[in-house]
Antibody, heavy 117, light 111 residues
């Protein structure tokens, strides 16, 4: 059973960089795997941020592409998300997930990040 | 890429069936059979209920079923139970720079 756990600072200052990690357990990250980041502002719907193929490809939401980087550290079985120049609009619960067949079949519990000075 | 359109809320009595619609375009829902449905209870992570329009992940009740016609996908919950009360989101693979789009979400209330 794959388990994912997001972690990172709960508060980030405006204009700073948001950095989160996602620890994967229960399975070794394989080069054939895809992983996704999704966010959900408080009281609102889900937004796809982007995905990474561990063979080396990334795809990003076009509205965030200029500010987002998703990477992986296979030695640590960890994913990471970096979002630069954050504003209050980036306040959200951030989820990592593992892709199944054109879907997200395993989700982390999520971590709330508040952008505030 | 705009969000897929879902009704804000749907309600039903225990034992009844309800259907949630998810309307997209010919660039997403209409283009691919890659529609998923997620259930989200308050304060919890989404849970995959249906993938590729009408497939069940292991462990999900067959009271949940999916279908698609044209640019609209649907999730039907049969034999509605109190534990089905949650928010439901559809998602679709999309022919655009943003590969996946989610629906606006539907709050299901069991009366």
């Amino acid at each position: 059973q794959v388990q994912l756990q997001e972690s990172g600072p709960g508060q980030v200052k405006p204009s700073a960089t948001l950095s989160l990690t996602c620890a994967v357990s229960g399975a070794s990250i394989s080069s054939s795997d895809w992983y996704t980041w999704v966010r959900q502002p408080p009281g609102k719907g889900l937004e796809w941020i982007g995905e990474i193929y561990l063979g080396g490809t990334t795809n990003y939401n076009s509205s965030l592409k200029s500010r987002v980087t998703i990477s992986v550290d296979k030695s640590k079985n960890e994913l990471s998300l970096k979002l630069t120049s954050v504003t209050a609009a980036d306040t959200a619960v951030y989820y990592c997930g593992r892709n199944g067949d054109h879907t997200i079949d395993y989700w982390g519990q999520g971590t709330l990040v508040t952008v505030s000075s | 890429q705009s969000a897929l359109t879902q009704p804000a809320s749907v309600s039903g009595s225990p034992g009844q069936s309800i259907t949630i619609s998810c309307t997209g375009t010919s660039s997403d829902v209409g283009a691919y059979n890659y529609v998923s449905w997620y259930q989200q209870h308050p304060g919890k992570a989404p849970k995959l209920m249906i993938y590729n329009v009408n497939n069940w992940p292991s462990g999900v009740s067959n009271r949940f079923s999916g279908s698609k016609s044209g640019n609209t996908a649907s999730l039907t919950i049969s034999g509605l139970q109190a534990e089905d009360e949650a928010d439901y989101y559809c998602s679709s693979f999309a022919r655009s720079n943003t590969l996946y789009v989610f629906g606006t979400g539907t709050e299901v209330t069991v009366l």
